[in-house]
T-cell receptor
């Protein structure tokens, strides 16, 4: 079955530590996205990529980094510069057209120890 | 600026009909999406509207009025499994600019 796989489901970060969230898709989609979801707030776009080896900052990119070396993979690193990293992180993909829906992964809950 | 408003929470009874409203103010408009999200899970696509009018899909319907910056999601014959958050999202300028509302948490009771 095609879909998006995020791992791990739960992740804990220590002070000053970088952590990487995995996102893999086998839908052959060109576009991939990372969103952050906080209680009482809408999903906010962190980074997106329309094609391999290219990515753009979203609305809240500070303290995060990404790479897109393969079409199927779009990992997100939460760096120590992100002072409030506790949130639910959602990865998504789409064909890349304006009218195309997003397919979401099941999310990673990141918490700070 | 960009602003999308939805009610925070709604309650309804099994078998009833509920309407979830969404109003938006964005600099551009390239379509409006509704997603359903159960707690701790991935949002799943429900509907897409780009032209004015009603789109019906089984028990769910979605309406759009671009002149009023308004949409609603109508859920009929409510079931317990419909208890979830419903997210309204507007495609602003360019395909990557999808702006989400805060979501409406719907609780369906027996």
């Amino acid at each position: 079955d095609g879909g998006i796989t995020q791992s791990p489901k739960y992740l804990f970060r220590k002070e000053g530590q970088n952590v990487t969230l995995s996102c893999e898709q086998n839908l052959n989609h060109d576009a991939m996205y990372w969103y952050r979801q906080d209680p009482g707030q809408g999903l906010r776009l962190i980074y997106y990529s329309q094609i391999v080896n290219d990515f753009q900052k979203g609305d809240i990119a500070e303290g995060y980094s990404v790479s897109r070396e393969k079409k199927e993979s779009f990992p997100l690193t939460v760096t120590s510069a992100q002072k409030n990293p506790t949130a639910f992180y959602l990865c998504a993909s789409s064909i890349g057209r304006v009218d195309e829906k997003l397919f979401f992964g099941s999310g990673t809950q990141l918490s700070v120890l | 600026g960009q602003n999308i408003d939805q009610p925070t929470e709604m309650t309804a009874t099994e078998g009833a009909i509920v309407q979830i409203n969404c109003t938006y103010q964005t600099s551009g408009f390239n379509g409006l999406f509704w997603y359903q999200q159960h707690a701790g899970e991935a949002p799943t696509f429900l509907s897409y509207n780009v032209l004015d009018g009603l789109e019906e899909k089984g028990r769910f319907s979605s309406f759009l009025s671009r002149s009023k910056g308004y949409s609603y999601l109508l859920l009929k014959e409510l079931q317990m499994k419909d208890s979830a958050s419903y997210l309204c999202a507007v495609r602003d300028q360019g395909f990557q600019k999808l702006v989400f509302g805060t979501g409406t948490r719907l609780l369906v009771s027996p």
